[in-house]
């Protein structure tokens, strides 16, 4: 990341000015969504005591992740359309509001069905995080830079599950599973307060260097054009570029879905872990994927260095290398050690963010900024459509056919996305590297 981790204010002419400001602001925004996902996994945590407390069946439990699922995929264009409208502040901020009030909600849940409607609100809540993504990044790194600040933003989605087995063990130990729920939610709460007190845009930021200002508007993007709702959906929808985008994230998010509520009841079910050892080991494929979220925007460097690739096509080539390395989970399959079995299922959280957070570079790079949160949330809604009817399919399937299949089909469908890809997005040009 180019900030200096100990960079200090410093006085100029008047006002205090934060050295490398866009960098910290992305920094609070990623602790947002690590919040985010912390309150959103705790349910796959605690998915073995919840079935057995609350007396569920697997179908059951896979329509409590379903109603989320559904919310999240219905809400995400509308929560990108509302950050559009009223800004990045106080779209984001109304959001985590709510989705933290529904985590604390889940306390109190008696039965599988009160669950499912508290998982839907807080899914339409939490429906902000794709959007905002955009939204941060578009507003605060010029063009040259958003490839880099993708990757790094994109690990708040990661680092969010890959603490939330400790953290919610912890809470677990100490007050049971209501307590676990308890804890996430004021940690929400907290953020959003922080949220709100720190974050400006770059427009009116009063610690920001007027020098970095000009830095970041140096692409003189165009004054935004705001829509109504639908108005905004339609005109997105007759974009060709954007099914390049839309399709991809259709074929990779059932695998973020099955790693986010699924990996912890396979580890159980199928590897024969007891709930420590997942606790152990079930974050690991969540700190492949930061990894596979930092080293995604720097591989793009690489492709325009090595092989003259415009800045799209850096962007592409990265993350067709993420969809063959999918192809670990399909060979998990064929492995006895549930150790060895982790691993490989760590390839494909490191493949699928490099994946995930080069689309959402594509979205930044292809989109103006009075689209971008929309657009992020269209891409979002396409995504999530995969993940409810994977979910869906699981909870019917796992418990007669397993989830070999599924794995191997997970392994294949993003290297079918990047056949659209290169179909909608690629330049069929050798540009100047960017």
């Known amino acids: 990341m180019n900030f200096d981790s100990h960079s200090k204010a410093v006085s100029l002419a008047g006002k205090r000015v934060v050295k490398n400001l866009r960098w910290w602001m992305l920094v609070l925004f990623l602790l947002g969504v690590t919040v985010n996902y912390i309150t959103r996994n705790a349910l796959g945590i605690l998915a073995p005591e919840l079935k057995a407390s609350l007396q569920m069946t697997t179908e059951q439990y896979s329509w409590i992740i379903a109603a989320f699922q559904l919310a999240y995929t219905v809400f995400q264009p509308f929560c990108g359309w509302l950050i559009d409208v009223i800004g990045l502040k106080t779209g984001f901020f109304i959001c985590a509001l709510i989705w933290s009030v529904m985590c604390l909600l889940h306390a109190g849940a008696g039965s599988w069905i009160q669950l499912a409607i508290l998982r839907f609100f807080m899914g339409a809540s939490e429906a902000a995080a794709t959007p905002a993504n955009a939204k941060a990044i ?39 599973w209501h307590g676990a729920f308890f804890l996430s939610g004021c940690l929400g709460l907290l953020w959003a307060a922080i949220w ?121 080539a990265s993350s067709i290398t993420g969809a063959f390395l999918m192809l670990s989970l399909a060979l998990m399959t064929l492995v006895q050690s549930p150790w060895l079995a982790i691993l490989l299922i760590s390839i494909g959280g490191f493949g699928h963010q490099v994946i995930s957070c080069m689309l959402s570079a594509l979205v930044v790079e292809s989109f103006d900024k009075g689209q971008m949160a929309t657009v992020n949330g269209m891409r979002g809604s396409c995504a999530w459509i995969a993940s409810f009817l994977f979910s869906l399919i699981i909870g019917v399937t796992a418990d007669t056919i397993g989830f070999n299949p599924l794995f191997v089909a997970m392994g294949f469908f993003d290297l079918i996305g990047a056949i659209f890809l290169v179909m909608f997005i690629a330049e069929r040009r050798v540009g100047t590297p960017a």
């Not at 010029?142 to 087995?165: C, D, H, N, Q, Y």
Request: net charge positive; glycine share 8%.
């Open 196 to 316: 709100w007190w720190l974050y400006h845009s770059p427009q009116t930021h009063p610690n920001l260097a007027d020098e970095e200002r000009s830095y970041i508007g140096q692409d003189h993007d165009p004054e935004p054009v705001r829509q109504p709702f639908w108005q905004s959906l339609k005109t997105i929808a007759k974009i060709k570029r954007f099914y390049g985008i839309a399709i991809p994230a259709f074929l990779a998010e059932p695998a973020w879905g099955v790693l986010s509520f699924w990996v912890p009841l396979y580890l159980a079910n199928e590897r024969g872990m007891a709930l420590k050892q997942i606790v152990l080991f079930a974050w690991l494929p969540f700190l492949a994927a930061d990894l596979g979220s930092i080293a995604s925007g720097y591989l793009t460097r690489l492709y325009i260095r090595w092989f003259g690739c415009t800045r799209v096509n850096s962007i592409v």
């Open 138 to 176: 578009g507003d605060w790194f010029p063009k040259k830079e958003r490839p880099v600040a993708a990757g790094w933003a994109g690990v708040g989605f990661s680092i969010g599950a890959m603490l939330a087995p400790p953290v919610i063990y912890l809470a677990h130990a100490s007050f049971g």
